[in-house]
């Protein structure tokens, strides 16, 4: 089918669009972590389109949920709304495989308002389905504070970015997948190990330091006994999200196992890592967990903190973090604890 253009838009338009678009084939052909391909894919969105805000949703492995995958622009540092298949503009997209663009979403009736005050002003938003293998992955989506912010040219330059950005993404996925829980999108287990001799060996050529913190949500078993696991789940990717919007690209958050995370923290010594696990605490502490129809969940978490001493193996290093965890149960639980090297025995 051929488009027509408006005068003067190939010529004025033309060579951008395509310097950007060759600049994120470029980036796609790299052999990079799947957060690195999805920020690369709404940077360039938010380079061509005159837009505030892109991000970029991925179904999870239920083909239920819309995860939050990657935002550039305006609000990009905020926490983003949960949203369901199906629910709003964007789960409609991926719903139906069809793309939207709409003027202004105060008259459309699936615009779906967040329960807490939205960061930035949306009135016209332009979503396109990502496609993989004939089925719909997730929805590239870009929005504007003004009304009638987007034309029907806008909409083909999206569905490009969505068509070449698709195939890549979904390697990215599939690979993730085999080595990422897929409640949380934290790391799996079989991670853990690996990627701390991998950080041990580098901290050892440059005389860094290598930290983890050791993370257990407290009396997570009456969340699901109370609420069921459908909602116990819930908790736990939400605190996965928030740890991730609180700490370093560089750190490796890790599900050890239903509600135990690791985190590794590359490059960093006992006094940021103990401000790191603060953090952490206080941010669950200050904010409950909003689920389902105004269930509001106020969830704790204990920490211990353990740093490298140059001479531990791995297990040693996450087994003096895992004390200092069960040391700050002991003294009342949803504080942090740093663990103090000692020799190591055997």
């Known amino acids: ?190 991670y853990l190990n690996p990627r701390l001799v991998e950080e041990m060996e580098r901290a050892s050529r440059s005389a860094g330091d290598v930290s983890v913190l050791y993370m257990d949500l407290d009396h997570f078993k009456s969340v699901n006994d109370k609420h069921g696991h459908a909602v116990g789940d819930a908790v736990l990717r939400s605190f996965a999200d928030r740890v991730r919007k609180v700490v370093r690209r560089v750190d490796v958050l890790v599900r050890r196992g239903g509600e135990e995370f690791v985190l590794i923290m590359p490059a960093t010594g006992a006094t940021q890592a103990h401000a790191t696990g603060n953090r952490i605490q206080q941010t669950l502490h200050a904010e409950p967990f909003e689920e389902g129809s105004g269930l509001r969940i106020q969830q704790t978490v204990s920490i211990g903190v353990a740093t490298w001493d140059k001479r531990e193996t791995p297990e040693q290093l996450e087994r003096r973090a895992d004390e200092a965890m069960y040391e700050a149960k002991r003294l009342g639980r949803n504080r942090v604890v740093v663990s103090t090297p000692r020799d190591v025995v055997g």
């Not at 060759?22 to 969105?45: I, Y």
């Not at 805000?53 to 999870?60: K, Q």
């Not at 139906?96 to 939205?118: C, E, F, L, N, T």
């Open 1 to 190: 089918m051929s488009q027509s253009f408006p005068p003067g838009y190939l010529a004025n338009e033309g060579q951008r669009a395509l310097d950007v678009l060759l600049q994120l084939t470029a980036q796609l052909t790299d052999d990079r972590p799947l957060e690195e391909f999805l920020k690369a894919v709404t940077d360039a969105t938010l380079d061509l389109l005159r837009a505030d805000h892109a991000s970029i949703r991925l179904l999870d492995t239920s083909r239920t949920a819309l995860l939050s995958g990657a935002r550039s622009g305006t609000g990009e540092d905020e926490r983003p709304m949960e949203l369901k298949r199906g629910e709003g503009i964007l789960g409609w997209v991926v719903e139906h495989g069809q793309p939207a663009r709409i003027s202004d979403v105060q008259h459309d009736s699936r615009w779906m308002k967040s329960p807490r005050p939205q960061p930035f002003d949306i009135r016209s938003i332009m979503a396109e389905p990502l496609w993989s293998s004939g089925e719909v992955i997730g929805v590239l989506a870009v929005t504007s504070p003004r009304p009638t912010a987007f034309a029907e040219e806008d909409q083909l330059l999206l569905r490009l970015l969505a068509n070449c950005s698709a195939p890549p993404i979904e390697r990215a996925r599939l690979r993730r997948l085999a080595m990422f829980d897929d409640i949380t999108m934290a790391f799996n287990h079989r």
